[in-house]
């Protein structure tokens, strides 16, 4: 079931929003060659704390943390370590989000570590700008699928590769609603966007094949053929003004 909200409900989920996002870039900024992905959690989870809010990914499903942080040819749910230390050259893929007065963001972003590698940027650069063509195309009268082929025919576009196993989702009182939201398709087909739907948009996107596999962890999901993967995302609402961007500082 789709859930519309309100405007009223729209303000409960800029605030939830506003925090997701106020934690992914204190992340952002705390990124750096020598640090541990299990410190980069807890600087997530003690601002989100301090907002009032709670981190909404730790206990979902059983997930430990309150940041899902993937290195390199990680594509998602990597799990937070005081082992894993990033170096320079990597590239990290932060996913985190945040409850607030029992609504939900959610965000990501793929952020450097020191100087990186020019096809490390490419791809980087390919998934958060399909991320925006995806966004682009979120408006109220057209179909989920102008979603999804806007943001596979972005990256098909420069030669890197989206991955099909996992998507994105509405959000709300939950953090995983109706409807799925792929990032591939045929624009015009699949449910219609309407006024009041508020949906996580997500891309993942592979330097090499599409392909992924789930480690034995039961978590960590890494691209099949060792190729870099980045991950970029946004909540955002679809009103009768076009799509608005929720989960921003
Ligand atoms: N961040 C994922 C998403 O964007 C959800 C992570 S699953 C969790 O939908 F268990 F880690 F929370
Ligand atoms: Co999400």
Redesign the pocket.
């Known amino acids: 079931m789709i859930v519309l909200k309100t405007s009223r409900e729209l303000i409960c989920m800029q605030k939830a929003c506003r925090i997701s996002a106020g934690a992914l870039k204190l992340i952002g900024e705390s990124v750096k060659s020598g640090i541990s992905t299990g410190e980069l959690d807890r600087i997530a989870e003690d601002y989100i704390r301090s907002q009032g809010a709670v981190p909404n990914f730790k206990g979902y499903s059983g997930y430990p943390a309150t940041a899902c942080i993937s290195i390199n040819n990680e594509v998602i749910h990597g799990i937070p370590s005081n082992k894993r230390i990033l170096k320079d050259g990597d590239i990290v893929s932060v ?1 985190l ?1 945040a409850a607030y007065e029992g609504y939900n963001g ?1 965000n ?1 972003a793929t952020f450097a570590v020191g100087e990186i590698s020019d096809e490390a940027k490419r791809l980087i650069d390919a998934t958060r700008e399909s991320l925006y063509e995806g966004i682009k195309a979120a408006r109220a009268g057209g179909r989920i699928g102008d979603i999804g082929n806007a943001i596979q025919r972005y990256v098909e576009e420069r030669g890197f590769s989206v991955v099909r196993e996992f998507v ?2 509405g ?1 709300g009182t939950k ?2 609603e109706a409807p799925e939201v792929p990032n591939y398709g045929t624009a015009g087909k699949g449910i219609r966007l309407m006024p009041g739907m508020t949906i ?1 948009i ?1 891309p993942m996107v592979n330097s090499g094949l599409p392909g992924v596999k789930t480690l034995s962890d039961g978590w960590t999901v890494q691209t099949v053929d060792g190729s870099l993967s980045a991950h970029f ?1 946004h909540t955002v609402a679809i009103t009768t003004d076009g799509p608005e961007i929720l989960t921003v500082v």
């Open positions: 996913d989000g959610d990501a994105g989702h959000i953090l995983h996580a997500e995302e």
